[in-house]
């Protein structure tokens, strides 16, 4: 049991690292970035393409992925999100599933639909052992909890980014104009803050997190396909909604607690499909507290 | 006196409108009988006829809902595909208990008969999960709506991946167990329904779509038509004109599921085979496509992008890997351009001589 919850952390954590970008760009932009979790794959596929072909250091690679994928993320917020600033929301989500459909296509044009098997880049990391563990030839394991180098350094590079972002959005000038933004777009304006560059900086954030979660994502679950982003995004964005959106800390705890719903449903009940559970948590959520578990009530202005 | 008219001829505009899309389905339908009895029509392009008008009724079922209603709902696939499914049930009960079963090929009115009773059925069940799904979700605004539905799109179809239907000596049965599964399968989990006799003719198709469009034109043009897209433009406004809101979106959302569901029927019997995975949220996008390139709230411009998009691709084999790509482009694009100041006044220009004769009106 604690095995599963270990592991539904760890899955969590990439949820809350992808959930972070979702709730940032949302509680700033006010729109709901549904090209998100393709950057994540994007992000996968840099990292896999730098390390196979060209035989890069895995630190090195994740850091060309960032790059990749913040760049991404300013072009399309320039190209297709800033001229619909003013639309309904409806367009603007019209234009968001484009820009996701677009990516996953132009992606299978590049990369083929064969899944391209991501390399373990934790595996020179031993696992940590607590207790007096040992594993039979057919890998069952008895006694003792083992936990696999990705699984730790998952969470570990979550707790690192939580703390990273309060840090940034509370001390640092750029983070204090996030905040003024998404409180009021207009009188941050006036107090002269460049709204515009501060929307683009926060897809850039959100952006170059998703590709630390690609390639996290990608450790835990080798197969790289187009599609890879498409689910965790989704889920992501429960985990935002989960944890409510807008609030860092609540996607960090709705991610961890979609993570550990998952893999604990998985295990319990393996005939049916755990997405069921998830959305099942996302619809429950909605009707009993819209506003998410740690989110602000937002009273509708006539 | 002035009003009097002015009502007069807007209601003339509308049934013109509708007449149009009646015309239009009409004539489509002439034209491919004919090619086709013809032998003008290929083989693969025939094949294409009734999923083209499943989708055409599948079109127009979701323009109201985000056209009328405007609410994105990105699960239409999933009631599509609660119709298809209904459809292949009611099929395979029906075969089995009639004697007539064995000469179905050469019994039209047979296979007419099992035709409506599927669709039916099939609108009947989708407009119940659409009851039940709409309750909880229309509680939700925008981004939520839209987010919900998809959930329960991806909800659907991961149960239909787990749900065993059969039938025996003593009925039928459902069960989420593989192993259970005796006598003759009707659903079996995510590898679908395989065994589905083929009965959709396009005919049938056509009635179906005129249907359809009477059903969602009167009802756009009724009161509570009118309702429902009151509050579309202004929510709390329509509140605080005595509107029930959750009973006019319930309206256009129920009557768009159950449409979908008779869609699904139609389309699901014309193969002998159909999976799930056909209906995810791939299926649910590309009916949304049709919906935002034939212009949002548009049903001629739905019903003609849903056919040109669907036999085109089909037409065009050899751009087969570019077509998702394309597609997403011309998503980003036409809402890029409808929204762009400039192509508005541009096309205001264009338009001019229409724009300053409504205007009058507006005055008037």
Not at chain 2, 10 to 34: D, E, H, P, R, T
Not at chain 2, 109 to 131: C, D, F, M, T, Y
């Amino acid at each position: 049991m604690l095995t599963y919850l270990i592991n539904g952390i760890s899955l969590g954590s990439v949820y809350a690292i992808i959930a972070l970008g979702y709730t940032m760009v949302y509680g700033i932009a006010k729109m709901l970035n549904f090209a998100h979790g393709d950057v994540i794959m994007v992000g996968g596929y840099a990292s896999f393409c730098t390390m196979t072909y060209l035989g890069w250091p895995p630190a090195l690679a994740v850091l060309f992925s960032m790059v990749v994928c913040t760049i991404l993320g300013i072009v399309v917020e320039r190209l297709a999100y800033k001229p619909l600033r003013n639309a309904t929301s409806l367009a603007v989500l019209i234009t968001a599933i484009g820009v996701s459909y677009f990516l996953q296509n132009a992606a299978l044009l590049i990369w083929t639909s064969n899944p391209k098997v991501f390399p373990d880049i934790f595996a020179s990391i031993p696992p940590l052992v607590i207790g007096h563990a040992e594993v039979a030839a057919d890998g069952t394991q008895s006694g003792g909890i083992v936990i696999s180098a990705t699984t730790l350094i998952t969470i570990l590079v979550n707790i690192a980014i939580m703390v990273g972002l309060t840090l940034f959005t509370s001390k640092t000038k750029m983070g204090k104009a996030m905040r003024a933004v998404s409180e009021d777009k207009g009188a941050a304006t006036l107090m002269g803050i460049n709204v515009d560059f501060t929307i683009s900086m926060t897809f850039a954030i959100g952006s170059g997190l998703a590709a630390i979660a690609g390639v996290l994502l990608c450790t835990a679950y080798p197969n790289l396909v187009p599609t890879t982003g498409a689910m965790p995004g989704i889920k992501a964005f429960v985990a935002a909604v989960f944890g409510g959106i807008g609030s860092i800390p609540g996607a960090m705890l709705g991610g961890i607690l979609l993570g550990v719903i998952e893999i604990i449903a998985r295990a319990l009940v393996p005939s049916v499909p755990s997405d069921i559970f998830v959305f099942a948590v996302l619809i429950i959520v909605l009707l009993v507290k819209p506003s998410g578990l740690l989110g602000k009530q937002i009273r509708e202005k006539v | 006196m002035a009003e009097e008219k002015m009502t007069k001829k807007k209601m003339s505009k509308a049934s013109k409108n509708a007449f149009l899309n009646y015309g239009i389905v009409l004539a489509f339908f002439v034209i491919f009988q004919v090619l086709s009895s013809t032998g003008i029509l290929s083989n693969s392009l025939k094949g294409q006829l009734i999923p083209v008008v499943s989708y055409m009724i599948m079109a127009v079922s979701l323009n109201l809902v985000v056209g009328i209603s405007g609410e994105l709902s990105l699960g239409h696939a999933g009631f599509m595909s609660i119709g298809a499914f209904t459809g292949v049930v009611v099929e395979a009960v029906i075969l089995s208990n009639s004697p007539a079963a064995a000469t179905l090929s050469k019994n039209l009115g047979l296979q007419i008969l099992i035709l409506v009773a599927s669709i039916v059925a099939g609108a009947i069940i989708a407009g119940v999960a659409g009851v039940l799904i709409g309750i909880p979700v229309l509680r939700l605004n925008g981004d939520y709506l839209a987010i919900v539905t998809l959930a329960f799109g991806e909800i659907i179809k991961n149960l239909l991946y787990c749900l065993y239907i059969y039938i025996d000596d003593t009925g039928l049965h459902f069960s989420l167990d593989p192993t259970s599964l005796a006598g003759t399968t009707v659903l079996n989990g995510p590898m679908g329904a395989t065994s589905i006799k083929k009965i959709s003719i396009f005919a049938a198709g056509i009635v179906l779509l005129l249907v359809v469009l009477v059903i969602v034109q009167n009802l756009v043009n009724s009161r509570s038509g009118r309702a429902i897209m009151a509050i579309r433009d202004n929510r709390i406004a329509a509140e605080a004109s005595g509107l029930h809101i959750t009973k006019y979106k319930m309206m256009a959302f129920v009557t768009s599921s159950a449409l979908a569901g008779a869609a699904g029927a139609l389309y699901a019997l014309n193969y002998s085979t159909i999976v799930p995975k056909k209906f995810d949220f791939n299926t649910s996008i590309l009916i949304l496509v049709f919906v935002v390139l034939g212009g949002i709230g548009n049903m001629t411009g739905a019903l003609i992008a849903a056919a040109v998009l669907t036999v085109l691709p089909e037409m065009l084999r050899d751009f087969q890997d570019y077509r998702m790509l394309v597609y997403a482009i011309v998503l980003i694009l036409v809402m890029l351009l409808t929204n762009n100041e400039r192509v508005k006044v541009f096309l205001a220009g264009l338009f001019n001589k229409k724009k300053s004769k409504d205007d009058a009106k507006e005055v008037a």
